[in-house]
């Protein structure tokens, strides 16, 4: 699977915990599109540990969502470990 795309699912932590437990399990996933989900800062900072060790994930889009600093610092902490990110919207 080389793409991962969720749109408009209403998600709550335990989703964004299997998308974090994907994410650490699968190394072809390019594209993860996870926009309009409603993903809180606990949702967030799940997914952004399953991208920490995730090398193949290559572009990555959470756009509105609702998730606030303390989500985005967790996306920025993830930046700092994972080099194969090339785009996050």
């Known amino acids: 699977m080389q793409h991962l795309i969720i749109r408009n699912a209403n998600f709550h932590h335990q989703h964004a915990q299997q998308v974090a437990r994907l994410l650490q399990l699968n190394d072809g996933i390019a594209w993860l599109v996870l926009d309009h ?39 920025a902490n993830t930046l700092k470990k994972n080099d194969s990110l090339e785009s996050l919207f």
């Open 37 to 75: 989900n409603k993903i809180d800062d606990r949702g967030i900072r799940h997914i952004a540990n399953g991208l920490e060790a995730n090398t193949s994930v290559k572009h990555a889009i959470f756009s509105d969502n609702d998730f606030g600093n303390d989500g985005a610092k967790a996306l």
